[in-house]
């Protein structure tokens, strides 16, 4: 088994492949093979500051989705968390892989499984962008794909998923997967087009994923609410407590409380193209807010300790909408990814007044 060193910092953070190339050179430790240093990959390819598609040869897929080129550098990466076993839980760390484990596939793929593919958001935002890219290369879109989806994923997630995979053309019966450590192809293609919060383009990506899911799957004789709250059910982090409370006070502005957990891919993006406001805690189901209309509103409901989390603030800016935020305190030791809130009710009320007017 060889050391791997991550790339990921290094091919996200600046615009210039020269200075990518020496920034490689910087963090090689030699020696690594028996016959001397690592060399730099082969990444004269990829187009900075453009979005960026290379192509590795020989290179291999871990089963969560790392992707190793052949000298051995990961450059690109996927985390699951303590829910999923695999080394590639650090960025810039030294990392072991079992090469001997790996099942061979005589093709040219290109890879999906990417971080946060569990959540929603960084899917319709991150993923789906790089894939909506590699959709657009006539060579890499007839490719076969590899795809990991983990374990705690629901049915209804992973098929949420697959639905705007197939909107891009990429059908599932393309997909590959493995139960060994991983897969090596004849060459694995890659894209970077998810750095929403540095590069216009990928902004650009992103407006070019809702056009194409707007356009796929809305239904303009649908009747839809146009003003929404998303309500997160059930015993879920950032649940509203005490919510009759809340619902009189929606009620009063036309408002009317949508779950999106058991909702379709077609569903959600109906009620959010017909929406003209929505409310709702800071989740994923915010990301929704992609297909409505410009000059549209959103309220995100902030707990204090989230506040700097602008996901969704830019998603706004991306897609024309006035987005407006309350925030409200939380208990001591309250857990952001367990606990219920209480919103500001008259801080809410005067947004609601204001955009409702």
């Known amino acids: 088994m060889l050391p791997l060193k991550s790339l990921e910092n290094s091919l996200a953070t600046t615009t210039n492949v020269s200075i990518i190339r020496e920034r490689v050179k910087s963090i090689v430790q030699p020696p690594l093979k028996q016959n001397g ?27 969560s989705g790392a992707v190793i080129v052949e000298d051995r550098f990961v450059v690109e990466e996927t985390v699951e968390g303590p829910l999923e076993s695999n080394n590639f839980a650090m960025i810039e760390g030294d990392y072991w892989f079992d090469d001997k484990d790996v099942e061979e596939i005589n093709d040219k793929v290109i890879n999906f499984s990417k971080f946060g593919i569990f959540n929603y958001s960084i899917f319709l935002t991150e993923i789906m962008p790089c894939a909506y890219l590699l959709s657009l290369n006539q060579e890499f879109s007839q490719r076969n794909f590899y795809i990991h989806f983990p374990p705690f994923m629901s049915g209804h997630a992973t098929e949420l998923r697959w639905r705007a995979f197939e909107a891009c053309g990429f059908k599932r019966h393309k997909s590959i997967s493995t139960t060994k450590s991983g897969v090596r ?32 799957f809305a239904d303009s004789e649908r009747n839809s609410p146009e003003r ?24 009063l502005y036309g408002i009317t409380p949508v779950s999106l957990e058991d909702a379709s891919i ?3 993006i109906n009620l959010f193209s017909k929406a003209n406001i929505v409310v709702g805690e800071h989740g994923a189901g915010l990301v929704n807010t992609m297909f409505m209309r410009p000059g549209s509103s959103m309220i995100e409901m902030f707990p204090q300790p989230l506040i700097g989390r602008w996901a969704f603030r830019l998603t706004a800016h991306t897609f024309n909408l006035n987005y407006l935020f309350n925030s409200f305190p939380v208990s001591d030791g309250w857990k952001w990814d367990k606990d219920p809130v209480r919103p500001d009710e008259e801080a809410l009320e005067r947004l609601l007044t204001f955009i409702c007017s």
């Open 185 to 216: 192809a004849k060459s694995v293609g890659i894209s970077k087009a998810n750095d929403r919060y540095k590069n216009h383009r990928a902004n650009q990506m992103t407006s070019g994923v809702a056009a194409l899911l707007r356009g796929t």
């Open 37 to 63: 240093p690592v060399e730099c990959p082969n990444i004269d390819n990829f187009s900075y500051p453009e979005l960026a598609v290379a192509d590795f040869p020989n290179a291999i897929i871990t089963r």
């Open 266 to 268: 077609e569903q959600q």
């Open 228 to 251: 929404i709250y998303i309500r997160r059910r059930g015993n879920v982090a950032r649940r509203i407590e005490e919510f009759s409370s809340l619902e009189a006070l929606l009620k």
